[in-house]
């Protein structure tokens, strides 16, 4: 066996005794206190409701609404969205990120050919010139990982993807919401377009029987002029709704990222209320909400960047060799007796650096007390979120009730009025209050049962009700991040 190779197989052994050292357990940082389900309470406090086995907050809640136009909505919406596409690009940036990470825990290979040519005097005036070739078959260099600092920077690079991963999620979930939100409110106003044509329409012709009546001297002319300016103040009501319709229009198809032209196809009345999900429990919250859990990602990102700034303050060691041919003649390159190989070891201990560790590390727990209160604001908003809607819910759903009602009563109290008017037993003002009240009880009527939809969005959303996970980790991570790491210690990782 030529020395060359019997030096490179000598390394290779040396590389994988080593590699054995890299395996020291790198210590994961711990979940939050804040998730401890003994300091949560055992249910939410505005409902009893609790989750059964096998309830569960589905994906795609929209579909519920059973409105074909609101499914291609959200769908384009989410699959054009600009903010989605930015939160795509983040992601993708995290993914090269921890693969930059991960590629420093494995050894570097590189080849090369080097040729270089020298002249010098001696004088005299005369001159020499010497040329050299080299050729470098492998090159090879590592840092062996003895106290995991390599292995802490890439796991926080893959947590930091993770966390990225999850605000991707948490991104989609809140346009699908706030588009559900926004096509509700067009479809709103939709109906409340329609019902100012059908007032402006009973208001015109009561001008004209009104009018008629005072110009045969039935009717007062001061009821003539009332009943035609209730006629015009609904003309007025209905260019308002218009304006309303076409900017909500606008602000939807803003959410689709298409040309806003007003021109978007929607369903005519607004759907019934599904059956609303059930709340569970507030632990249950914390794994399903992904901008909790996003946040709980980057609090064990920097908990991992604290263990690699300790770490740092370690020793450091790094192989190399080389193996590859060198002379002084091109031709010889490819000769084996031309060989030549190297090996090498370096041990570095920081010493004096102006104090530039120890302040990393003091950066990174800062950073890490930061990423907790971070964690503990996500995670308190979320609960909030929870009970708002929950206690809305009843109370949305009385006010309905009870306007639609007041309208239904409005409408019987308003014929009964004109009636006894067209008698002269009731005063016209008695007729003008009855269809104002009509048009108020009505309006607020729908507004209401839209108010029913928003709270079974708002619900759905803070329930953390959306899509399905996306990928856990980048598949081009596995072999180079995949590791066993230990059970959480019960305190964080100082």
């Known amino acids: 066996m030529k020395p060359a190779f019997f030096q490179a197989a000598l390394l290779g052994g040396i590389l994988l005794l080593v590699a054995g050292c890299s395996n020291l357990p790198t210590q994961t940082p711990a979940k939050p206190s804040a998730t401890a389900s003994e300091n949560l309470p055992a249910g939410w406090t505005a409902t009893s409701d609790s989750l059964t086995p096998g309830d569960v907050v589905k994906g795609n809640w929209w579909t519920a609404f059973n409105d074909a136009s609101l499914n291609r909505i959200i769908t ?8 989605i596409a930015q939160s795509r690009a983040q992601l993708a940036q995290a993914n090269a990120q921890a693969i930059i990470a991960g590629a420093s825990r494995v050894p570097a290979v590189s080849a090369g050919l080097q040729a270089s040519r020298t002249r010098q005097g001696d004088g005299s005036g005369d001159h020499s010139t010497n040329e050299t070739y080299g050729l470098n078959l492998l090159n090879v260099s590592w840092e062996v990982d003895l106290w995991g600092r390599l292995r802490a920077q890439s796991a926080a690079a893959n947590e930091s993807y993770l966390a990225s991963n999850e605000a991707l999620r948490a991104v989609r979930q809140a346009v699908a919401a706030q588009t559900a939100k926004t096509y509700l409110a067009l479809v709103e106003s939709k109906q409340q377009l329609g019902l100012s044509q059908r007032t402006l ?11 008629n009546r005072a110009d045969v001297g039935i009717g007062s002319p001061s009821d003539k002029y009332l009943s035609q300016s209730n006629r015009d103040s609904a003309k007025a009501g209905l260019a308002g709704h218009q304006e309303t319709l076409d900017r909500v229009s606008r602000q939807l198809q803003l959410l689709m990222s298409a040309y806003p032209n007003a021109d978007v196809a ?7 209320l599904p059956a609303l999900p059930k709340a569970g429990v507030p632990a249950s919250l914390l794994t399903r909400r992904p901008d909790v859990l996003a946040a709980e990602r980057r609090l064990r990102a920097v908990g991992f960047n604290v263990i690699a700034a300790k770490r740092s303050l370690l020793p450091h060691f790094s192989l190399s060799t080389g193996l590859g041919t060198a002379s002084t ?3 010889d390159l490819l000769d084996g007796d031309f060989s030549l190989w190297s090996l090498g070891g370096n041990l570095l201990q920081p010493v004096f650096q102006g104090g530039t560790l120890r302040a990393n590390v003091q950066l990174n727990e800062a950073q890490q007390q930061e990423a907790a209160n971070a964690y503990a604001q996500v ?28 309208a239904n009563a409005a409408k019987s109290a308003e014929q009964i009025a004109f009636n006894r008017y067209r008698q002269g037993i009731e005063p016209f003002l008695t007729v003008l209050e009855s269809q104002q ?17 928003d709270n079974y969005v708002d619900l759905q ?3 953390g009700g959306g899509f399905e996970t996306l990928a856990a ?6 072999a180079r991040t995949a590791t066993r790491l230990p059970v959480p210690p019960n305190k964080q990782a100082r």
């Open 473 to 478: 980790s980048p598949t081009t991570l596995q």
């Open 266 to 272: 929607t369903a005519n009345a607004l759907p019934a």
């Open 437 to 453: 009240r009509t048009l108020n009880a009505s309006s607020a009527c729908i507004s209401a049962k839209r108010a029913a939809l």
């Open 379 to 406: 995670a308190l908003t979320a609960f909030s979120e929870v009970e708002t809607a929950l206690a809305a819910r009843s109370t949305i759903n009385n006010r309905q009730a009870a306007l639609c009602s007041a």
């Open 76 to 83: 384009q919406a989410v699959g054009n969205n600009y903010q």
């Open 461 to 463: 959303l803070a329930l």
């Open 329 to 331: 003649e091109l031709k």
């Open 201 to 211: 329409q009973v208001m015109t012709e009561t001008a004209r029987q009104v009018g």
